[in-house]
């Protein structure tokens, strides 16, 4: 038998899969997706890859063929349909099949196993007195502890007797030989669900509701697999319908995987399915350890756990009976990975289910433009829920006008309208939520008398003011101390553009000091029990006001919060890509739909310098088809997804000038390509962010209506670049992006 192995290295030269005779006492154990030790090149230098295929024929001389040496120590082997996903992946997203293989394995290497261990008492309490008795005498202090303690409890804890009992591991070991006790070792899971299962509230569900559960439903019994997107209001019950349709999936022996766009999400998701099903629930996300990572991978391979839920890297929890995916407010971006291959979650997911024969579920009050498409030409079926659970009409919009409020001659950060309001509501001990889409207390610095921005010297971008002093880049993390003597004029005025948490917290506390705030961005949440903690917090009505970044307005569910304050919306309408009014418009939706969640009634208050934006409008009028109708109707005369479709190619190196001319190269090469009149070329040109980490950034962008000619594009520059043999520059891929390079 021979196999067909990608080897661990992540180069292109190397990216195709290389034939390795099987020795017999492997035979039966090498399978697809093992992960085995090779001996590789000219001086067989022992190396590690991935089984992707098994065959009993060799297109090669047989005598000319190395063995695998052996299974890779401590390794995952990875599922057969994984690997078909990853080869889906390095096809249509651009990387090497090692990159691809990674990325499709949330798991790679075994962890030790954390054990429990207990001490129990093989005599009865009278034999146990007696020996204790003797141990006195002898002045054995620690044994007679031990022995005692015993009497009255005949199953203690190895660790307690070690640390709060001060008995050494020696004097246990001594009893152990005299067959006076045993040590009992227990493998024992890493739980990343560290509370008691909460009380379930199962609801009944709405007629509009039900027709979903049995339509999808009756697909499924018919053997029809399709994609359902449910376009429902916020406050509209879709997570029931989620629970309802995961619960039926089970009861066929079936397993579900529930993708959540924020870490930030997994806990309040957490909570409620777990009411409902238990242990069989578990999660998985970037923020837990490698030992809690693998124990949750053990407990899917031994059938304990059969939903699992987690943002985009849960979608390769390899189940082996797969029935349902449910993705939801799949509009998110951080559905789209940010290193290569940069695939999207959701067409992954769909490939997922073709594979599997499952279904595929998406959700959102904000649907994103490609979905919504996709149900208007019917190739997604689609569903509406209008209606809040709670019988709550949706939140009264106000939208502020900060020309006027200045005019005015308030120079506040809050509309009159919005103080006034959140007065209000902190009289009443009602909650507040405040979305602001920039963190820290700055936005930029910069010198009042010449004009100069202070940025990060390995980055294009400008630094960012906090408040311990310290001026700080949000990509690469180089910081210096503030001053206000300007590097470039000398003039003692520099001063922050002020408009991040921070500075919204501090004039909360300022204006409110009666209020008790919280405050949640990247910089308040470096670990995952920060998350739990603010929310659980803010949920308990431990807090009058929530201060946050975009992820205070995902998903949330807090039956406390009438007022949503939307700070500063112009941050979101301006930003440089074509998608910056559907991103607004999702956020302002979005963040005002946590409002009014409870009994009683909502109000959002959007502030900004744009109050006509159209993106402002229909966000006021809640209108998500008459928005959708605008928009689509520009991405159609530009041609931009969905309706067309855009790869992004992005050169990078630390040498500028051979990354222009790199560029220049590849969009020559583009040029001559046969197809060249079906598409469209934009650039070469420098990236939005020209230079991160000391790396400079050049960008093409092609368009076709045609994804496989844009697929075809980037066969032909990955073939052709690698005759180049590369070794200071890269060049990346991004299909339809998310945002500008």
Do not use: W
């Amino acid at each position: 038998m021979y196999a067909e192995v990608i080897i661990d290295i992540s180069h292109e030269k190397l990216d195709r899969p290389f034939t390795y005779k099987i020795p017999a006492r492997l035979e039966n154990l090498v399978e697809e997706g093992s992960r085995v030790d090779i001996p590789f090149g000219a001086g067989n230098k022992i190396i590690t890859g991935y089984v992707i295929r098994l065959t009993d024929k060799c297109s090669y001389d047989p005598s000319k063929i190395k063995e695998i040496t052996d299974i890779s120590k401590g390794s995952v082997k990875a599922d057969a349909n994984l690997i078909k996903l990853a080869t889906f992946i390095r096809k249509t997203y651009g990387s090497t099949q090692i990159n691809a293989l990674k990325t499709v394995m949330p798991v790679k290497k075994c962890v030790k196993r954390e054990v429990n261990r207990r001490v129990v008492s093989k005599m009865d309490s009278n034999k146990l007195l007696c020996l204790a008795e003797e141990a006195s005498k002898k002045h054995k202090n620690a044994q007679e502890r031990l022995l005692r303690e015993l009497i009255k409890y005949p199953d203690i804890s190895y660790t307690f007797i070690t640390g709060k009992m001060n008995v050494s591991a020696q004097t246990i070991n001594s009893l152990v030989k005299n067959d006076v006790i045993e040590v009992i070792s227990e493998n024992v899971y890493r739980n990343p669900i560290k509370v008691d299962r909460p009380e379930d509230t199962k609801n009944i569900l709405s007629d509009e509701q039900m027709k979903i559960v049995n339509d999808v439903n009756a697909d499924i019994a018919a053997n029809k697999r399709e994609t359902y997107l449910i376009h429902g209001i916020t406050g509209s019950g879709k997570t029931e319908v989620y629970m309802h349709l995961i619960e039926d999936r089970i009861k066929e022996g079936k397993q579900a995987i529930m993708l959540i766009p924020e870490i930030a999400l997994t806990y309040q998701n957490l909570m409620r399915f777990y009411a409902r099903f238990g242990n069989m629930v578990s999660v998985i996300h970037s923020k837990m350890t490698a030992g809690e990572r693998y124990d949750q991978f053990l407990k899917v391979k031994e059938g304990q756990v059969r939903i699992m839920i987690g943002p985009r890297s849960a979608l390769f929890t390899p189940f082996d009976n797969l029935g349902i995916v449910i993705i939801d407010e799949e509009h998110e971006s951080s559905y789209k990975a940010e290193n290569m291959p940069k695939y999207h979650a959701r067409e992954v997911a769909e490939k997922l289910c073709e594979l599997t024969n499952s279904v595929l579920v998406l959700g959102s009050a904000t649907p994103s433009l490609e979905s919504y498409y996709r149900a208007k030409q019917g190739i997604y079926k689609l569903y509406k829920l209008n209606s809040r659970l709670t019988g709550n009409t949706l939140p009264t919009v106000y939208v502020e006008d900060m020309r006027e409020e200045l005019k005015n001659g308030n120079k506040s950060v809050f509309s009159k309208r919005l103080h006034d309001l959140i007065k209000d509501r902190l009289e009443k001990h009602e909650q507040i939520m405040l979305f602001l889409n920039r963190r820290g207390v700055s936005g930029f610095v910069s010198c009042r008398e010449c004009g100069e921005v202070i940025k990060c010297p390995h980055c294009d971008v400008s630094l960012s003011y906090h408040k311990d002093g310290m001026l700080k880049c949000h990509y690469c993390g180089y910081e210096k101390p503030f001053s206000k003597i300007c590097p470039k004029c000398g003039s003692e005025k520099v001063r922050g553009f002020k408009a991040g948490t921070q500075m919204i917290e501090d004039f909360v506390r300022k204006e409110f000091p009666y209020a008790l705030t919280l405050r949640m961005d990247a910089d308040s949440t470096k670990k995952q029990e920060d998350y739990e903690s603010i929310l659980s917090r803010f949920s308990n009505r431990e807090a009058d006001i929530l201060i946050g970044t975009q992820m205070i307005v995902k998903g949330h569910d807090f039956k406390g919060v009438t007022l949503v304050g939307i700070v500063a919306a112009d941050m979101a309408l301006n930003s440089e890509d074509y998608r910056a009014g559907e991103r607004a418009f999702q956020q302002f939706v979005q963040a005002g739909g946590r409002a009014g969640r409870g009994d009683n009634p909502g109000e959002v208050v959007i502030q900004t310098y744009q109050p006509d934006h159209y993106a402002v409008n229909y966000a006021k009028m809640q209108d998500y088809e008459a928005f959708y109708e605008d928009e689509i109707k520009y991405r159609e005369m530009l041609m931009y997804p969905p309706v067309g479709n855009l790869l992004g190619v992005q050169i990078t190196g630390e040498d500028e000038k051979r990354v222009i001319k790199l560029s220049s190269v590849i969009s020559d090469m583009i040029d001559k390509m046969p197809i060249r009149k079906d598409i469209g070329k934009i650039g070469p040109a420098n990236a939005t962010l020209s230079k991160k980490c000391d790396i400079y950034r050049r960008v093409i962008y092609i368009k076709s209506i045609d994804y496989d000619k844009l697929i075809l594009v980037k066969d032909t520059i990955e073939t052709e670049t690698d005759k180049f043999n590369l070794t200071k520059e890269t060049v990346m891929f991004d299909f339809n992006p998310m945002s500008g390079f």
